[in-house]
Nanobody, 118 residues
């Protein structure tokens, strides 16, 4: 499956952004989807994941209440709504997919840069 993330940009602290990730090549609804991020000089970290149907979501503890992951299987798209953004949310955000036969994230998008100014 190929993943294409978009929606990043420059936003002031307190603002919102919605990231999108469009999948192609396979049956999207067969894949658990996730978002990760990597800040400058830091390791990549988990942000959120969503089950195949969208009925179950998981978040990094530090982001609960501000970020929301969702998906539209008819559009082969997973979203990440980010609210009340902080400068420390500045990072490259990646979407990823877990193949049906796997427990790891096997496919990765190219990343989209989010910059939050103070």
């Amino acid at each position: 499956v190929q993943l294409q993330a978009s929606g990043g940009g420059l936003v002031q602290a307190g603002g919102s952004l919605r990231l999108s990730c469009v999948a192609s090549g396979r049956t999207f609804s067969n894949y658990v989807m996730g978002w990760f991020r990597q800040a400058p000089g830091k390791e990549r970290e988990f942000v959120a994941s969503i089950s195949k149907s969208g009925g179950s979501t998981t978040y990094a503890d530090s982001l609960k209440g501000r970020f929301t992951i969702s998906r539209d299987n008819a559009k082969n798209t997973v979203y990440l709504q980010m609210n009340r953004l902080k400068p420390e949310d500045t990072a490259v955000y990646y979407c990823a997919a877990t193949a049906p036969w796997s427990t790891a994230y096997d496919y990765w998008g190219q990343g989209t840069l989010v910059t939050v100014s103070s």
